[in-house]
């Protein structure tokens, strides 16, 4: 019976902590938001699908070519899915290229006339990331948006290919390389076609746990202490600190190419009630309440991807489809420089590669 108690915590409490988060005299009115799915400023809510989200944008869609990680189940499946039908050419790049292929077919079958390419990739690894990021530059293929979407939690300590610690791995290192190795021909695109091009990193809420005193480069490569939330967390807070800095630089540039850090809230897993009871049915329906569904979950990726109203945002952090705050280390201008270039550092040491120039 405890077991299932703790489950149902285990989900509640992230979606409690993004509520506790907010200041005292808004904790009632966005919680009734949240609950609601009443509209933010952007028109949208924590109820908004990205089905709605893809409808309702006036880009011009068929002219884009979107690449998403971790698109072979969940979120980034549904972004894939939604983003295809609308016309958009989507790039997968995939570890399980089996599960690839299904959903592919899965695609397909709804709509004939959507265009999927299929790529092999371990993000844990950066050797398989850059292969992956010469083979479609190979093809020369404009890029539009990249999404940042693939991540796991390693609930024992493991390690990739390139001894780092598995979660930072996947969750951070991976799409920092891809994102390096592609922002180039992002902004090729973007002057050659006038169409803004977009990058989105997937964070989460969770990164407000993370303290600044335990946010260290050495330590998340190879942690003396691990916790899995902790490694998470930290992930997801870099995912952040890169967008920042990304989005500085580009500016700088005047390059025609936003990044921003998205957290699709709390998605719905499947949940077997093994156990009847008013504790039990209690939890489960309040569980219910918070949880957002796959699509709804999508619905900010697709929205800071596609939207005419996230035009010429950058460095942003949003959630439920709406520019928000994020912790005051997610902020920090400096720490957000200082991972930038330890990172930078790292890959050219494992892998001696040389950085494109921006042109």
Aim: net charge positive; hydrophobic share 40%.
């Amino acid at each position: 019976m405890c077991s299932i108690y703790f489950l149902l915590l285990a989900i509640l409490l992230p979606c409690c902590f993004e509520i506790l988060s907010l200041s005292c005299s808004t904790v009632m009115k966005d919680t009734l938001r949240y609950l609601a799915g009443i509209a933010g400023p952007s028109g949208y809510g924590s109820k908004t699908t990205a089905q709605q989200v893809a409808d309702n944008s006036s880009s011009p869609l068929r002219r884009l070519t979107a690449i998403i990680t971790g698109a072979t189940s969940g979120i980034g499946a549904e972004t894939a899915r939604v983003l295809a039908k609308r016309g958009v050419r989507v790039v997968i790049p995939a570890r399980d290229i089996k599960k690839a292929a299904e959903l592919k077919e899965g695609i397909e079958n709804e709509n004939p006339n959507v265009e999927i390419m299929l790529f092999e990739i371990d993000l844990s690894s950066l050797a398989s990331v850059k292969r992956f990021c010469t083979q479609f530059l190979a093809l020369e293929l404009p890029l539009n948006i990249l999404i940042n979407n693939a991540g796991i939690f390693s609930q024992n300590l493991e390690f990739s290919e390139d001894k780092i610690e598995m979660t930072f791995a996947t969750n951070y290192l991976g799409h920092y390389l891809m994102t390096e190795m592609l922002i180039e021909k992002l902004v090729e695109t973007a002057e050659e076609t006038g169409i803004q091009g977009r990058i989105i990193n997937l964070s989460s809420v969770i990164h407000s746990w993370v303290k600044r005193d335990c946010f260290s480069f050495t330590q998340m490569l190879n942690p003396s202490n691990y916790n899995a939330t902790r490694a998470y967390a930290q992930s997801k807070l870099a995912n952040i600190l890169h967008a920042k800095e990304v989005a500085r630089q580009l500016k700088a540039r005047n390059a025609k190419v936003t990044i921003n850090a998205v957290h699709p809230g709390i998605v719905k897993t499947g949940i077997i009630r093994a156990h009847k009871g008013f504790i039990t049915d209690s939890l489960f329906f309040i569980a219910s309440k918070l949880l957002k569904s796959t699509s709804q979950g999508a619905s900010t990726s697709c929205y800071v991807a596609l939207s005419p109203r996230a035009q010429g945002l950058s460095g942003k952090y949003f959630a439920d489809c709406n520019e928000c705050n994020c912790s005051a280390l997610a902020n920090d201008e400096l720490e957000a420089q200082r991972l930038w270039r330890q990172t930078r550092a790292l890959i050219h040491r494992r892998l001696q590669y040389q950085f494109p120039t921006p042109s």
